[in-house]
């Protein structure tokens, strides 16, 4: 199994802000695209935002212009900076490998609740 550790979730009033990490614990990092991606509840988990090893970004139309992801190649950490987040942001957000995650990557994900 890849290890890999998300943390940084919480609840937020809407309109509020997170940043979320993911660390991983193998050297793939260096070699792979990046991902992050969520699951509402009683929903499929879906595509967030990737990054390429040269930092070239996409992003799912729900949340462009709102999230930004990120990398670090010296610490293999990617982040996702979420603003003016909504209710229906909230999920479980994991990170995997970008565009095709593995399927031993999926960890514990982060909580993420916007309520007021």
């Known amino acids: 199994q890849v290890p890999l550790v998300e943390s940084g979730g919480g609840l937020v009033q809407p309109g509020g802000s997170l940043r979320l990490s993911c660390t991983v614990s193998v050297n793939i990092f260096a070699i792979h695209a990046m991902g992050w991606y969520y699951q509402a509840p009683g929903n499929q988990r879906e595509f967030v935002a990737g990054i390429t090893r040269g930092g070239r970004t996409h992003y799912a139309d729900a949340v462009k212009g709102r999230f930004t992801i990120t990398r670090d190649n010296a610490t293999m950490s990617v982040y996702l900076q979420m603003n003016s987040l909504r209710p229906e942001d909230t999920g479980i957000y994991y990170c995997?490998?970008?565009?095709?995650?593995?399927?031993?990557?999926w960890g514990q994900g982060t909580q993420v609740t916007v309520s007021s």
């Open positions: 995997n490998l970008w565009p095709v995650p593995r399927d031993d990557g």
